[in-house]
């Protein structure tokens, strides 16, 4: 069944970040699969639909996928010797490769016009986080027949499917970001199973892992992480007024705090530079959250972090050289993420180092105590409200998406 | 030899390529007549006279990889003394290296030229391995072969080899493969020119241990198994006594070649039995008889490990193991520094580096240095006599040459 429906996919908002990358994953399965069933590729029998209102980036879209494609080719090189043996005039890796990427590539079509989507078997969505503007453009592309993927992080599937009366033929099918490397999908279903079923199988097709969610705002990722956010601030707003620090040093040690005693990749407050305050700020309202007023009061100066178009790190909450933060209170660190990420035993090793932080009684052992009890009950609440099915359903969507080294479940181990 | 030949002023550049520090496949790298040039120089500048009576130079796919053929062209800019001299460029696969300096001594034992200078070269690092097998499968057949052959296609044919050595002797071989690995990169870390000089991974042999991944590469092999894609360039002189005198040079600076052992096997014909390098112990058998030597003779040794599985096969095909039972032997530690036959302290192709045209000349200079006792990883010689074999493609070109110090003469 899905080989059929992926005869024909569109991908609106195929130029932003997320939508190029997902782009790339269905073009990948889409020319494998037309290649296997076949024999042949760009046949035309398969028709990958990108929609963007910026036709300017259609061209670099275009020089971008033929390099990923590529990359996708080399590495599976081994696959597409053996799909292509019959064919006597493909002889040498870059002869098949060529091939490949050529006639992927004539799968592709571009387009401005959200409309022309209709008729489309798959339909994913990765435009703005705005109810109204998925909403009308739903409105717009709406068959009697499609199946409608959202990559919303954040806003209710429910919402969106009765607003633009999609009679449940839509799927939240929220990849994390980069889509490309990152193997987690978040799925959140609707009542119907057919789709939840094809959901599950193209999660599979595109060797990634899925983590059914309930339809509700932020599901488990953002669920776990903008409640998170609320606690660092909220620990802030202690030491500011407990502790009487500044609100730069207090947040410069709440952060360090989770990045070094709680190992993780980055500090709760660089992660949310990390993500862009705006795009924090507009999640956090999707999920009615309450608004800290530090968050306010930065994204209305406009200083919102994002990355630079090299890539490097803007300005947010804290000041950035390159991806480096500059402003640090050089708390002591055992292990790094980097390091444990490479040990077998790091949660042995993780375990120990907790306990200790546990134990001891200095500001930031406290700080950090604190936090990750806060996250514990974060998660316990997800599971309680049925919005993750288990505890290690939200450990693998921590692990996978937000490259934490340990879940929760480590957490309540350490009560055990 | 109808008359006496020696070898002298040997050079190798670094054999450059991923494993060493400097590598960043992002970054431009060395151009080939940067390192044309350097090796020259490191040649040249140990003669006292640089009068040279002619140039080989040797390369396996310059065409392919630098889209640059017409080499002799390229040895007056090395060797501004061999402008308008004869010069000629040389090809054969792998093996491209001993076939250079077999071309050498033709000229010399034919009385054309006294003072020949030799250089062998490869660039594969402008290259993905991808695409790079593409190139190196023209040293098998490739209109016939190159179809129905493995996208990793070199390491494939071994693989094949390794596979039915494994059925006929048993999986405890690939101990003696780890083993052969793990000896390449230990030698290689006492070469500073070496490709793997800064490998500091603590357990090489578990490495060398590391089971197939037959999805992402071939069965039988691991990447450990196999030499690397190299950029490299070698040089030295093959001189007559007359030659020796020309230039300046002393006895106890210069190789005699006492034996050569050259066999070339039918490219459209695969290999008999895969367990089995026929040309190469023919082209051994033919040395040693033209030195009168036996194996008991020869004090230091450079084979050719394009993959471990080679090594293991040669040992077989030169006689120091029975067959099937080279990995024991690797295994037994005979082919240590301080074994019963010292082999490839240079590190060998998996260690020192490969770039395929330059090995066989590689492979010379080191056993060079091993018995005028200047080697970086330099082994205590039991006797006077090296051999090196130089084999391109699956077995079918094939020079084995045995060389002797000169210092109790």
């Given at each position: 069944?899905?080989?059929?429906?992926?005869?024909?996919?569109?991908?609106?908002?195929?130029?932003?970040?997320?939508?190029?990358?997902?782009?790339?994953?269905?073009?990948?399965?889409?020319?494998?699969?037309?290649?296997?069933?076949?024999?042949?590729?760009?046949?035309?029998?398969?028709?990958?639909?990108?929609?963007?209102?910026?036709?300017?980036?259609?061209?670099?879209?275009?020089?971008?996928?033929?390099?990923?494609?590529?990359?996708?080719?080399?590495?599976?090189?081994?696959?597409?010797?053996?799909?292509?043996?019959?064919?006597?005039?493909?002889?040498?890796?870059?002869?098949?490769?060529?091939?490949?990427?050529?006639?992927?590539?004539?799968?592709?079509?571009?387009?401005?016009?959200?409309?022309?989507?209709?008729?489309?078997?798959?339909?994913?969505?990765?435009?703005?986080?705005?109810?109204?503007?998925?909403?009308?453009?739903?409105?717009?592309?709406?068959?009697?027949?499609?199946?409608?993927?959202?990559?919303?992080?954040?806003?209710?599937?429910?919402?969106?499917?009765?607003?633009?009366?999609?009679?449940?033929?839509?799927?939240?099918?929220?990849?994390?970001?980069?889509?490309?490397?990152?193997?987690?999908?978040?799925?959140?279903?609707?009542?119907?199973?057919?789709?939840?079923?094809?959901?599950?199988?193209?999660?599979?097709?595109?060797?990634?892992?899925?983590?059914?969610?309930?339809?509700?705002?932020?599901?488990?990722?953002?669920?776990?992480?903008?409640?998170?956010?609320?606690?660092?601030?909220?620990?802030?707003?202690?030491?500011?007024?407990?502790?009487?620090?500044?609100?730069?040093?207090?947040?410069?040690?709440?952060?360090?705090?989770?990045?070094?005693?709680?190992?993780?990749?980055?500090?709760?407050?660089?992660?949310?530079?990390?993500?862009?305050?705006?795009?924090?700020?507009?999640?956090?309202?999707?999920?009615?959250?309450?608004?800290?007023?530090?968050?306010?009061?930065?994204?209305?100066?406009?200083?919102?972090?994002?990355?630079?178009?090299?890539?490097?790190?803007?300005?947010?909450?804290?000041?950035?050289?390159?991806?480096?933060?500059?402003?640090?209170?050089?708390?002591?660190?055992?292990?790094?993420?980097?390091?444990?990420?490479?040990?077998?035993?790091?949660?042995?090793?993780?375990?120990?180092?907790?306990?200790?932080?546990?134990?001891?009684?200095?500001?930031?052992?406290?700080?950090?105590?604190?936090?990750?009890?806060?996250?514990?009950?974060?998660?316990?609440?997800?599971?309680?409200?049925?919005?993750?099915?288990?505890?290690?359903?939200?450990?693998?969507?921590?692990?996978?998406?937000?490259?934490?080294?340990?879940?929760?479940?480590?957490?309540?181990?350490?009560?055990? | 030899?109808?008359?006496?030949?020696?070898v002298?002023?040997g050079?190798n550049?670094?054999?450059?390529?991923?494993?060493?520090?400097?590598?960043?496949?992002?970054?431009?790298?060395?151009?080939?007549?940067?390192?044309?040039?350097?090796?020259?120089?490191?040649?040249?500048?140990?003669?006292?006279?640089?009068?040279?009576?002619?140039?080989?130079?040797?390369?396996?796919?310059?065409?392919?990889?630098?889209?640059?053929?017409?080499?002799?062209?390229?040895?007056?800019?090395?060797?501004?003394?061999?402008?308008?001299?004869?010069?000629?460029?040389?090809?054969?696969?792998c093996g491209?290296g001993g076939?250079?300096i077999a071309?050498?001594?033709?000229?010399?034992?034919?009385?054309?030229?006294?003072?020949?200078?030799?250089?062998?070269?490869?660039?594969?690092?402008?290259?993905?391995?991808?695409?790079?097998?593409?190139?190196?499968?023209?040293?098998?057949?490739?209109?016939?072969?190159?179809?129905?052959?493995?996208?990793?296609?070199?390491?494939?044919?071994f693989?094949?080899r390794a596979?039915?050595y494994?059925?006929?002797y048993?999986?405890d071989a690939r101990k003696g493969m780890a083993k052969w690995f793990e000896q390449a990169i230990t030698s290689a870390r006492k070469n500073?020119?070496a490709?793997e000089?800064?490998?500091?991974?603590?357990?090489l042999f578990?490495?060398g241990?590391?089971?197939?991944?037959?999805?992402?590469?071939?069965?039988?092999?691991?990447?450990y198994d196999?030499s690397?894609?190299?950029?490299?360039?070698s040089?030295l002189?093959?001189?007559?006594?007359?030659?020796?005198?020309?230039?300046?040079?002393?006895?106890?600076?210069v190789v005699e070649i006492v034996g050569l052992g050259e066999a070339?096997?039918?490219?459209?014909?695969?290999?008999?039995?895969?367990t089995y390098l026929t040309t190469t112990a023919i082209a051994v058998q033919k040395a040693l008889q033209s030195a009168q030597l036996s194996l008991k003779d020869i004090g230091v040794l450079e084979i050719h490990d394009c993959f471990s599985i080679t090594a293991l096969l040669s040992l077989e095909a030169i006689g120091y193991a029975e067959k099937g039972k080279a990995w024991q032997f690797i295994l037994d530690g005979h082919t240590a520094k301080d074994g019963i036959i010292p082999t490839n302290l240079s590190g060998g192709l998996i260690g020192f580096g490969h770039?395929?045209?330059?090995s066989g000349v590689r492979q010379m200079v080191d056993l060079w240095e091993q018995l005028l006792h200047k080697a970086p990883h330099q082994a205590t010689l039991k006797s006077p006599y090296g051999m090196m074999i130089s084999m391109g493609?699956?077995d079918?070109?094939v020079t084995c040459m045995i060389v002797r110090s000169l210092e109790n003469c």
């Open positions: 069944m899905l080989n059929n429906l992926l005869k024909k996919v569109a991908v609106i908002g195929a130029a932003g970040k997320m939508g190029f990358q997902i782009a790339t994953l269905l073009l990948q399965e889409m020319a494998l699969t037309e290649l296997a069933t076949t024999g042949k590729i760009g046949s035309g029998a398969y028709y990958l639909l990108l929609i963007d209102v910026d036709q300017s980036k259609f061209f670099p879209l275009k020089k971008l996928l033929k390099k990923s494609i590529q990359k996708y080719a080399e590495k599976n090189i081994n696959i597409l010797r053996e799909k292509y043996a019959d064919n006597p005039l493909l002889i040498s890796n870059e002869e098949i490769i060529q091939a490949f990427v050529e006639g992927a590539l004539n799968s592709v079509y571009f387009e401005d016009d959200v409309v022309k989507a209709k008729g489309s078997h798959l339909i994913f969505e990765a435009i703005y986080e705005s109810v109204e503007e998925k909403v009308t453009l739903f409105k717009k592309v709406k068959s009697e027949k499609g199946f409608y993927f959202t990559n919303t992080s954040s806003i209710p599937i429910q919402e969106l499917n009765l607003q633009a009366h999609l009679e449940n033929r839509m799927i939240g099918f929220h990849f994390y970001n980069p889509p490309e490397v990152q193997k987690l999908v978040e799925l959140i279903p609707l009542k119907n199973e057919e789709l939840l079923k094809i959901a599950h199988e193209l999660v599979k097709r595109l060797n990634k892992i899925a983590v059914v969610a309930k339809d509700a705002p932020g599901f488990i990722g953002n669920g776990h992480f903008m409640r998170e956010c609320l606690f660092a601030f909220h620990q802030a707003d202690r030491l500011m007024k407990e502790e009487h620090f500044t609100f730069q040093d207090a947040i410069t040690l709440v952060d360090e705090v989770t990045q070094k005693l709680l190992f993780r990749p980055m500090g709760i407050f660089q992660l949310m530079d990390y993500v862009g305050l705006d795009i924090v700020l507009n999640v956090l309202t999707i999920m009615k959250l309450p608004l800290p007023v530090a968050l306010l009061y930065q994204t209305s100066q406009n200083v919102l972090g994002g990355q630079n178009p090299d890539g490097t790190q803007k300005k947010g909450f804290f000041s950035y050289e390159g991806h480096e933060k500059k402003e640090a209170r050089h708390l002591p660190i055992s292990f790094s993420w980097k390091t444990l990420s490479k040990m077998t035993n790091r949660e042995e090793v993780i375990k120990k180092e907790l306990q200790n932080t546990f134990r001891s009684d200095h500001l930031e052992s406290r700080l950090a105590k604190e936090f990750l009890i806060h996250s514990l009950e974060i998660a316990e609440n997800l599971v309680k409200e049925n919005v993750a099915h288990s505890l290690k359903d939200v450990d693998t969507v921590l692990k996978l998406g937000f490259f934490h080294l340990y879940g929760v479940s480590l957490i309540k181990d350490l009560y055990a | 030899m109808r008359k006496k030949l020696y002298t002023a050079f550049t670094v054999y450059f390529g991923s494993g060493r520090k400097e590598f960043d496949p992002i970054k431009p790298m060395r151009t080939f007549d940067e390192y044309l040039k350097e090796t020259a120089l490191g040649t040249l500048s140990q003669l006292n006279s640089t009068d040279l009576d002619e140039g080989v130079i040797g390369s396996f796919m310059s065409g392919r990889f630098l889209k640059q053929a017409n080499l002799p062209g390229f040895l007056p800019f090395m060797c501004p003394n061999l402008l308008y001299k004869p010069c000629t460029a040389v090809e054969g696969a491209t076939r250079a071309t050498a001594m033709r000229a010399v034992l034919s009385d054309l030229s006294d003072s020949v200078f030799v250089t062998a070269f490869e660039m594969q690092n402008n290259m993905k391995a991808v695409y790079g097998a593409d190139v190196l499968a023209g040293a098998a057949y490739y209109q016939k072969e190159r179809k129905s052959g493995h996208a990793h296609f070199f390491p494939a044919l693989s094949d596979k039915a494994f059925a006929q048993g999986v500073p020119k490709q000089y800064h490998n500091s991974i603590e357990d578990q490495l241990m590391t089971d197939p991944n037959p999805k992402m590469f071939v069965e039988a092999l691991n990447l196999c690397k894609v190299s950029d490299g360039a040089s002189i093959v001189v007559s006594e007359a030659g020796l005198q020309k230039l300046g040079l002393r006895k106890n600076e070339e096997g039918d490219i459209t014909v695969p290999p008999t039995d895969l770039p395929t045209g330059a493609g699956n079918k070109t």
